[in-house]
């Protein structure tokens, strides 16, 4: 994660909808998964954002 100007709620899922990771945080930062498919919300101030991470 990076360009992190405001409050960010960061929510991750793994394929079958199971929240593997949440977080809220003001700064850059760096995540580790396992192999597979996530589905990440970003949420701010300005608005939320859903991406696709593809983990191999």
Do not use: C, H, P, W
């Not at 990076?2 to 394929?15: A, D, F, H, P």
């Amino acid at each position: 994660m990076s360009n992190v100007r405001l409050e960010t709620k960061i929510n991750i899922y793994n394929i079958t909808g199971a929240k593997v990771k949440s977080i809220t945080t003001n700064d850059d930062m760096n995540f580790e998964f396992n192999s597979g498919l996530y589905i990440a919300t970003v949420a701010t101030s300005e608005g939320q954002k859903s991406v696709k991470l593809l983990v191999q």
